[in-house]
């Protein structure tokens, strides 16, 4: 189905271990975020990237690593999850330069025991 | 990082009522934009403001770009039982947006 998906939907991992959040578009859109949502502080940037290969961090960008070999994918990974990583994770992408046109995917609900 | 406060936190309201929330901000932004998020879901962006002053409308829903570039509002009008979820207002500096902790709104049939 075109649009934009996330796997896996639901994570439980323990502390210490990596783990890595899927996200794929399919609509060649050249940015794309990742953002982490928490009770009281709203979305919150991780990293973004501008096109394959070029990424950058965003507001809360500790912990965590990205990459950017192919347009369709941005991987999200937590090299070594902490139980404040807890939390629901967006992938968005957008085609115009700057995104204002974000488009979500469905969120991965992440648990670090 | 750039904080926004949006208010109200909550509301609950009987259908049929209108519905006005805001967001405030520290810093300038060169875009507002308002979303939508349902339970479970992602958020889908409502309307977007780019110039100051700018007053936009989406069906029952307007939002306006304030003058000083640091606040906004959402008006929704004769609320239906579909309009509940949360609402968060966003801002855009540069490729970076801000987001606002999300007003829940509760429609009561």
């Known amino acids: 189905d075109a649009g934009i998906t996330q796997s896996p939907r639901y994570k439980i991992t323990e502390t210490g271990r990596q783990v890595t959040l899927m996200c794929h578009q399919t609509?060649?859109?050249?940015?794309m975020f990742w953002y982490r949502q928490d009770l009281g502080h709203g979305l919150r940037l991780i990293y973004y990237s501008a096109a394959a290969d070029i990424t950058d961090k965003g507001e809360v960008p500790d912990g965590y690593v990205v990459s950017r070999s192919k347009t369709e994918n941005f991987p999200l990974t937590l090299e070594s999850a902490t139980r404040s990583q807890t939390s629901v994770y967006f992938c968005a992408s957008s085609a115009l330069a700057g995104g204002n046109e974000q488009f979500f995917g469905p969120g991965t609900r992440l648990t670090v025991l | 990082g750039q904080q926004l406060n949006q208010s109200p936190q909550s509301m609950f309201i009987q259908e049929g009522e209108d519905v006005s929330m805001n967001c405030t901000s520290s810093s300038i932004f060169n875009t507002w934009l308002w979303y939508k998020q349902d339970p479970g879901e992602g958020p889908v962006l409502l309307i977007a403001l780019y110039k100051a002053g700018e007053l936009t409308s989406n069906g029952r829903l307007t939002a306006q770009f304030g003058i000083t570039r640091k606040d906004s509002f959402l008006n929704i009008s004769a609320s239906i039982p579909s309009d509940v979820g949360i609402y968060f207002c966003?801002?855009?500096?540069?490729?970076?947006?801000?987001f606002g902790t999300g007003t829940s709104l509760t429609v009561i049939p």
């Open positions: 609509w060649s859109h050249s940015y």
């Open positions: 966003a801002g855009r500096v540069g490729n970076q947006f801000y």
